[in-house]
């Protein structure tokens, strides 16, 4: 029989070495998977999470899908750190677009030198007003964040529904759902010509190392982590808690925000009903990977970006759904959870005594 | 009231406990401690907040077990080894904290709790068997109800009615009056009443002398883990002496400090705070403290003390009255602004509210001076600055087993208090909150608590030493007050203050 018992405080190993478990528990799954589908599991595994680096540019499509889910997972690590649940990133994500992208679509002839800072300006800004809605709902009313930003999300995605089927809709568009291509000069610049590496795929690993600058040395970041831990005790040495929860909601939905346009702006280069595959889910699960580190988070975020080519990949060389992105980062996350249970407990063979079971069950 | 089908054994010792000891983490809780109930009579086990009651009364139902020690249930030596063994042996015990599922209806919760022991195999079985136990024993309660709709005393109701349809026949209360109005109390302590008239043995566990001496056969009184008092009966008892034997002979201070009082440095009035349950915590308080004198708020647990604190910090919100801080209303200023006044506080959960236990001892120090001291150069952490000072107050405090980047937690309590007073009494302090701040503390602890304590009111600073522990109370404070229901009740000089004055005002307003 085993016991699952609490260890007297949290396991420094197993804080690493959850991930690293489930990430092989996860590939294990998936292959398992895979082979009820009748693929040779081995061969359907090495097409999914390794050929796709190996193709021709194969990492520099890696780091445009991580771009966005790096820059969203940092801001999601700092908010999580100071115990604020913003769930709604993809929301945030899409008003940074709409923001920024309603810039470009007005002016399109404007000076490059002005068009492109102030797309990316109004996308931090954008991002960060529909972050700010569910930080006043929380700060104000005491209302749940996870239910309102992650219902902000909804919100948002029709926003952009309208503005691409209405006001904004391309003339010229043979009646899709998108607006016109933006101008060359609201584009985000490539960094490595003849790649589509653009300028998010250095701002992304950039922001990380200044958010764990913020975080681990500046005593902002002092003080979102005390409240993070122990928001008693914040309160208790004199910590203004609802700023706190303000200025980490702001920064991670500014920088959702500012993902939002880089990518709207670069991969995509116009407004259409579908700019994320999800990115702003997926980088909860990059944020929680990462171990809610900044630094982390680009390795999560690099895992990530890998599921979204593997199961472009599983749909070309296999034939099987792009559905197994969904699956893999599902399962992922699922056993991630499971497996930071270890981490504030252990889990110990005993000798059955029933006696001292019950004991157990009743307190 | 029906009679219950009880066996006939009146006058029989139901339950006893013979020379139990038990020690949590090396400390003594029960030294030797005996008790012994006997059938159809009401049994008060009397004493202070730490004295052993709950945790006999746990090792007869099973919830502990005891270090050493025999229990006996008619006469028979049992090994008692779990709440549900307890309850197969007829114990049942109504704890403090209600364990109810406050979303669940009573008859829900009844089927939780009891169903496979009590033979219940349904909801509907549950519901009738509800009504039923309730009408039989005049505890009525709507089994649809939810729990999360009855009123506090309702919940006791269901609770009690839990041990009664699990079988009980020895019915531990534990402080059951202390949540109820004094009307609700009075037809509690009926019921017990009747519960032991139909023969059942009743614990009634409590520090209230009223219902020792007005509703109780006999009672046995702890102090200190041991029993000081066995089975004395409650006809012709004196008072002031039970007040005697709960409190013990205390020992003269050591040093007493002078009171040489200056200005007003905290000026509380007509003070409202609320609980969190809605109650009334604090209930229109008034006081005032001078620089060099240490006022000591006495009284039970739970009378509002915990709301008072804070409130004076300013982690809870007054309804109604004014806090003035050396002169100034900060009745709604921040925290922060507080601690700019010089308020400094050593809250009674050391860990929960003072430090934080996976953050470093230098981190810990540095919290509540981040703005000015422990920043540097566009708002970076100043940590050179934070090891020495940690460096410096580890050595002037004598903390042991510390060094700056050590995380709190792995610090002993006392070692721990000594790390939140050399953050607290710092030099801007001018009114220091001192909530059991010697809580869980060994002696040479204690007395380095105490003594900062005293230096710095030596200094000129105020102290307001809230504490349930009267032998704190009456060697420190130059001041005395009694707090019962949220108000002070009595104020002495602390040279005219006798702890069995104090004991008999804490336990008659009570």
Known sequence: ?????????????????????????????????????????????????????????????LAIRAAPLIMIGVGLSLCYRTNVWNIGAEGQFTLGAISGGGLALTFPDAPAELLFPGMLALGVIGGMFWAAIP??????????????????????????????????????????????????????????????????????PLLAAIAWLVLNKSVLGFKLRVVGQAPRAARFAGFNEDRLIWTAMLISGGLAGLAGILEVAGPVGQLTTTISP????????????????????????????????GGDAAQIDLGLPNAVTGIFQGILLFFLLGCDLLIRYRIKRVRPNPAVTLTGIAE | MIAVAVPDREGG?????????????????????????????????????????????????????ADTGVTEIDGVATRIAS?????????????????????????????????PEAGIRNLDQAARLVAAKGSEVGLGIDPAARVCDLSVAERQRVEILKVLILGARIVILDEPTAVLSDQEA??????????????????????????????????????????VLADCPTTGLDEAELARQMIGERVAPLRHLE????????????????????????????????????????????????????????????????IQLMGRPVVAASVAARRGGGLRMIPSDRFASGLIGDMSVAENLAMTHLAGRYS???????????????????????????????????????????????????????????????????????????????????????????????????????????????????????????????????????
């Open chain 1, 1 to 61: 029989m085993f016991r699952i018992e609490p260890r007297g405080y949290p396991s420094r190993f197993w804080s690493l070495g959850s991930p690293i478990l489930a990430i092989a528990l996860t590939i294990l799954v998936t292959g398992v998977i895979f082979a009820a589908m009748g693929q040779e599991p081995l061969v359907a595994v090495y097409t999914f999470l390794i050929a796709p680096l190996l193709e021709h540019n194969g990492l520099a499509a």
């Open chain 1, 135 to 204: 930080a006043w709902l929380r700060t104000r009313y005491n209302a749940n964040e996870i239910l309102t930003s992650l219902m902000l999300h909804y919100i948002a995605g029709l926003l952009l529904v309208y503005l691409v089927t209405g006001p904004w809709k391309d003339p010229h568009g043979f009646g899709f759902p998108q607006s016109a291509l933006f101008s060359s000069t609201a584009t985000t610049p490539i960094i490595v010509p003849g790649t589509g590496v653009h300028l998010g795929c250095a701002l992304a």
């Open chain 1, 278 to 309: 999800g990115y702003g889910f997926s980088a909860v699960i990059v944020a929680f990977l990462g171990r809610l580190d900044p630094i982390g988070a680009v390795f999560a975020g690099l895992l990530l970006a890998l599921s979204y080519l």
């Open chain 2, 13 to 65: 010792v139901a339950l006893a406990l013979h020379r139990v000891s038990k020690s949590f983490d090396g400390r003594k809780v029960l030294d030797d401690a005996r008790f012994a109930v006997r059938w159809g009579e009401v049994h008060a086990l009397l004493g202070e907040n730490g004295a052993g009651k709950s945790t006999i009364m746990n090792v007869a139902t099973g919830v502990y077990i």
């Open chain 2, 83 to 115: 709440p549900i063994e307890a309850s197969r042996h007829g114990i049942g015990m109504v704890h403090q904290h209600f364990r109810l599922v406050n979303r669940f209806t009573v008859a829900e919760n009844i089927l939780l709790a009891a169903g």
């Open chain 2, 186 to 227: 009075t037809s509690l302590l009926r019921f017990t009443r009747g519960l032991a008239d139909t023969g059942h043995a009743v614990v009634l566990i409590t520090h209230k002398l009223r219902e020792v001496v007005g509703h109780s056969d006999r009672v046995t009184v702890m102090r200190g883990g041991r029993t």
């Open chain 2, 259 to 322: 009171a040489h009082p200056g200005a007003p440095r905290l000026v509380v009035r007509d003070l409202t705070v609320a609980r969190a349950d809605g109650g009334k915590g604090v209930d229109g308080l008034s006081l005032e403290l001078r620089g060099g004198e240490i006022l000591g708020i006495a009284g039970v647990g739970g009378n509002g003390q915990q709301q008072l604190a804070d409130c004076l910090i300013g982690l809870a919100t007054a309804s109604r009255g004014e």
């Open chain 2, 376 to 510: 540097r150069w566009k708002g970076f952490l100043a940590r050179g600055r934070m090891r020495r000072d940690a460096r410096a107050a580890i050595t002037t405090f004598n903390i042991a087993g510390a060094t700056p980047e050590r995380r709190a937690r792995l610090l002993s309590g006392g070692n721990a208090q000594k790390l939140l007073l050399s953050r607290e009494v710092d030099s801007e302090l001018t009114v220091l909150v001192a909530h059991s701040p010697t809580r869980g503390l060994d002696v040479k602890a204690c007395q380095f608590v105490h003594g900062a304590i005293q230096d710095s009111v030596a200094a000129g600073a105020a102290c307001l030493l809230i504490s349930d522990d009267l032998e704190e109370i009456l060697s420190l404070s130059t001041r005395i007050a009694v707090m019962s229901r949220g108000r002070l009740v009595g104020e002495f000089p602390a040279r005219e203050a006798t702890a069995e004055k104090l004991g008999l005002l804490m336990m008659n307003h009570a």
